[in-house]
């Protein structure tokens, strides 16, 4: 049976009106792009065409002489086309930056090599009409299309065109860090400005001083070619100095700002962050990257534009001395660029490697020293000794690679320059003896062409060498940019606090070991004014519960209440005041013993920390030292004992006066008479909620609570004298610990 399906005449309506709205809406979108790209062309055919007529104008060719005037409306066609295209289309793309590139500078590169083979100038130099427009558009689109036809992308070079735009975006970001640095920086630009030009007029005058001393000696124009000669390099001394001050002072304000952003970044990054990074690698980011960063990215900028200053005025000075070997002399430019290119792709993969062996063999150093302890009592110098010494030889290997690669790079840098200097020099003898040139604007010219050949390959080594530099920048921003795992932008704070713990069906396994899950189902009540101890076996999952507690970590599932609130909702320092822990390795900071336990508490009188250090059974010690409380502890508080050192740690939870005191482990450095006075004072302190974790059973026994955690789970649950009836887990952990005792 077929069934009638019935369509309410008003939906179909609706779809209808509102097919058509998203038709006219699609259809208004393309007609709005097609007359963007008319208008966008019939734009850049007017400015096109204008500047191709004015090129020929009369009066241009008065002011400039015939090739300045044609490279010179190249750049400006060139510049005014882009403009266009930036303004009416957005950001081009690469076919059409190929193809206004073709077009602009076609008809300077054809006039040019006309006047070079035939010594005449063209029909379309003399002035140029529409026939001669059409054919440069079409060779122009002829050249671009081939291009995109013939030279594919392939895969690798895609990415590394990813990979330099991304270099690009990075390097765009230091340069705006840099912002607080800019006036200083625009001083070193304006004195680099200064230096490079000065620095470019000295051949030009050593040319004429020779010229002047093997003519007709006139004794004005030598006097005034030495003073000129004098002044440029005084000039360029001091401005060179002045640039490098300055730019020395801004690197340094870079490197001091971005160190403290990367430290601040850093510290509140959650404490599974840092069990999963390498200690070496993050004090290498914050030591080594960060002034890689600033100083590289800054020094090449630098570089970049006194080169592409010096370059400029050098090509223009050679132009005027002989433009046919200035063109000879360009022809090496991209022979240069392929041997640059392939050079920067070796040297920046290889960087990148050492870079990363040698944060390894830091990494192994820092392991050894802080566990100098272990590897002595385990005889393992030698085996250390080997390890370390294998992290080095990789990085020496890479480093030999890496210098290998520069010497063939210098190399074939070196016979390329070679052969152009012969060349220079074989047409530079041509054009004297046909009285085209004099002897000494040969030896300007050979003077400049030396620094040409540098500078150009300093220009196309430069942009390597800013991506490498960018690499270091990028390793830094990857930690500046790293969002905490674990959230401290909580608000809450009440006045007051009960200090009520509730643990709800934890699950919960470390980032750095995924697969073991270390609490299951995990619930637990601590109530104010008592005391909790847990127990059991060692790896069970105790630490784990004061660690969530002190919110190092975030559970899968489940969550921790404060007073009924999740923890996550209290205020970072707020929570961190009222919950405080002593670990089973206390950590103390070099400074005074004052200045440890009042650490990170602002306005705490001595007699708090007095008071505090009483009851935690470091008083008396203290008083005897002969420095009290001003006594320097040394480098992680090696100077004190382990009990002293443990002392002093609770002194420092005490003297906040928290409402939740977490004691994990703490007995096992001490001695019976510390741990007795400690009990003592602690027990004194009314409505505290106590969180004790404790081998020694023997210590426990007055506890309100005892919870025995096994496999991530409470197992047994009671106060002592319960759980001895029950005959359970906890009195067999007793037993266990009797009969080893004994
Ligand atoms: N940072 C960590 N990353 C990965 N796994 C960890 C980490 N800390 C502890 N573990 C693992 O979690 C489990 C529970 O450790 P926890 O420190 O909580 O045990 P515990 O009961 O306190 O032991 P102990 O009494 O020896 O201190 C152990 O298997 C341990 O190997």
New binding site residues.
């Given amino acids: 049976m077929k069934l009638k399906v019935y369509k309410p005449k008003t939906l179909v309506l609706r779809r209808s009106r509102s097919f058509e709205d998203d038709y006219c809406r699609i259809m208004a979108a393309i007609t709005a792009t097609t007359m963007r790209q008319v208008a966008a062309f019939t734009l850049s055919v007017s400015v096109e065409l204008l500047l191709f007529y004015a090129s020929g104008f009369s009066v241009f060719h008065s002011v400039f002489g015939h090739f300045t005037r044609l490279w010179l409306c190249a750049a400006l066609r060139w510049l005014a086309l882009i403009g266009v295209s930036l303004l009416t289309l957005g950001v081009p793309k690469a076919l059409l930056i190929r193809f206004i590139t073709a077009h602009s500078l076609l008809p300077a590169v054809f006039e040019t090599g006309t006047n070079a083979f035939y010594r005449e100038e063209s029909e379309c130099g003399q002035l140029g009409d529409v026939r001669c427009w059409l054919m440069f558009s079409g060779a122009s689109l002829a050249a671009a299309l081939f291009w995109e036809i013939t030279i594919p992308d392939t895969d690798e070079e895609a990415a590394g065109k990813e990979q330099k735009q991304k270099a690009r975006v990075l390097f765009m970001r230091v340069v705006r860090l840099f912002r607080p640095d800019y006036p200083l920086l625009l001083g070193g630009l304006v004195f680099l400005s200064l230096a490079s030009i000065c620095e470019m007029f000295i051949p030009f005058y050593t040319g004429r001083v020779i010229d002047i001393l093997g003519s007709n000696y006139q004794e004005n124009d030598f006097l005034s070619a030495l003073l000129f000669m004098g002044l440029y390099s005084l000039g360029s001394s001091v401005s060179a100095g002045c640039r490098g001050g300055l730019l020395i002072c801004a690197i340094s304000s870079f490197t001091c700002r971005i160190k403290v952003l990367l430290f601040g970044a850093l510290t509140k990054q959650e404490i599974?962050f840092f069990?999963t990074t390498k200690t070496g690698e993050i004090t290498s980011r914050l030591s080594k990257d960060t002034t890689l960063m600033g100083e590289t990215v800054c020094l090449n900028v630098n570089m970049l534009l006194r080169t592409f200053i010096k370059t400029m005025g050098m090509i223009y000075l050679m132009m005027n001395l002989s433009w046919k070997l200035t063109f000879l002399v360009l022809m090496e430019t991209p022979i240069t660029g392929l041997i640059q290119n392939i050079y920067d792709t070796h040297y920046q993969k290889l960087s990148l490697a050492i870079q990363d062996s040698m944060g390894q063999s830091t990494e192994a150093a820092h392991e050894v020293v802080s566990g100098i302890r272990v590897l002595r009592s385990f005889n393992t110098e030698k085996h250390e000794a080997h390890r370390y010494y294998n992290c080095l030889m990789e990085t020496h290997n890479l480093k030999t690679k890496r210098a290998t690669i520069s010497a063939v790079y210098l190399l074939a840098r070196r016979l390329t320059g070679l052969a152009m200097q012969v060349f220079v020099l074989y047409y530079g003898r041509l054009f004297i003896q046909r009285g085209q040139m004099t002897t000494g604007k040969l030896v300007s010219f050979i003077l400049y062409q030396s620094n040409l050949g540098d500078n150009i390959r300093t220009l196309t080594y430069i942009f390597g060498e800013m991506l490498n530099s960018v690499g270091a920048a990028g390793k830094v921003f990857e930690y500046l940019d790293r969002k905490a795992l674990v959230s401290t932008d909580g608000k809450l704070q009440p006045d007051q606090l009960r200090g009520h713990i509730s643990f709800r069906s934890l699950n919960f396994t470390?980032?750095?070991?995924p697969n073991?899950t270390?609490l299951q189902d995990f619930s637990l009540e601590l109530k104010p004014g008592q005391m909790t101890a847990l127990v059991?076996?060692?790896?069970?999952?105790?630490?784990?519960?004061v660690?969530l507690l002190e919110r190092f970590y975030e559970p899968q599932d489940g969550e921790i209440l404060l007073d009924g609130e999740p923890l996550k909702s209290y205020d970072h320092q707020f929570l961190h005041k009222m919950i405080s822990v002593v670990n089973?390795e206390p950590v103390l900071f070099s400074g005074t013993i004052r200045e440890n336990i009042e650490y990170g508490l602002k306005g705490c009188s001595l007699d708090e920390i007095k008071d505090a250090a009483k009851e935690s059974n470091a008083h008396d010690f203290i008083k005897q030292l002969e420095k009290g409380y001003d006594t320097e502890v040394g480098e992680g508080g090696g100077q004190l004992s382990k009990s002293e050192r443990q002392r002093i740690a609770i002194a420092r939870a005490l003297v906040r006066r928290p409402q939740v005191l977490i004691l994990?482990?703490i007995t096992s450095s001490l001695d019976t008479d510390s741990e007795n006075k400690i009990q003592k004072s602690l027990s004194s302190i009314p409505n505290q909620t106590l969180l004790v974790?404790a081998?020694r059973l023997k210590t426990i026994e007055n506890a309100d609570q005892i919870v025995v955690?096994s496999g991530?789970k409470v197992k047994e649950r009671g106060t002592h004298r319960e759980l001895m009836d029950m005959k359970g887990s906890y009195y067999k952990l007793r037993e266990e610990l009797f009969t080893e005792g004994n």
């Fill in positions: 599974g069990g470390y980032p750095a070991n073991k270390v059991g076996p060692s790896g069970e999952g105790k630490s784990t519960c660690n089973q994990d482990e974790i081998h955690v991530g």
